[in-house]
């Protein structure tokens, strides 16, 4: 967050997301998936690793205490 060339390349690529559908289509991935994040994450809501991974079959979650967003 304190480069500015960097948050707006960030936010350029997120303005290009289309989340709805992405949510939509995650049951169709096939690939293992193991999504890490850090217990105090402030950038997405707590719950939603475990949202994500109730949606995609044989998805594992790990949290890391004490890291933030990019653990």
């Known amino acids: 967050m304190r480069s500015p060339s960097h ?3 960030a936010l350029a ?3 290009g ?3 709805a559908a992405l ?3 995650l049951p ?3 690939t293992p998936l193991h999504l890490i994040v850090g217990d105090r994450d402030r ?3 707590p719950d939603l690793p ?3 991974a109730g949606r995609i079959r044989g998805t594992r ?3 890391l205490s004490g890291l933030g967003h990019c653990p």
């Open 61 to 63: 979650v790990t949290t």
């Open 7 to 9: 948050v707006a390349a």
């Open 28 to 30: 169709e991935l096939t």
């Open 23 to 25: 949510w939509r289509r």
């Open 17 to 19: 997301w289309d989340l």
């Open 43 to 45: 950038t997405l809501p």
């Open 13 to 15: 690529m997120m303005a």
């Open 50 to 52: 475990w949202r994500a």
